[in-house]
């Protein structure tokens, strides 16, 4: 077990896949399926944001009334 750095075999020469090493690419076909996703959440979670709202400055306003 030797940890010197003069190894005559690199990594890639010891790295046996079956497939062959991917490369660092933007994956455009998976963003547009994260924002197909995400966008139908958003429309739908959307109409409920006033509710979110009423309901933080219900507490906000206890909060206050309580002296917190």
Avoid: C, H
Avoid at 5 to 21: C, F, H, K, Q, Y
Avoid at 38 to 65: H, R
């Amino acid at each position: 077990m030797s940890t010197s750095n003069g190894d005559s075999e690199s990594v890639v020469e010891t790295l046996r896949t079956v497939t062959p090493l991917s490369t660092d690419s933007p994956d455009t076909q998976m963003n547009f399926f994260g924002y197909m996703v995400a966008a139908p959440i958003f429309v739908i979670l959307l109409p409920l944001l006033p509710f979110v709202v009423a309901g933080w400055l219900v507490s906000k306003g206890l909060g206050a009334l309580r002296g917190s």
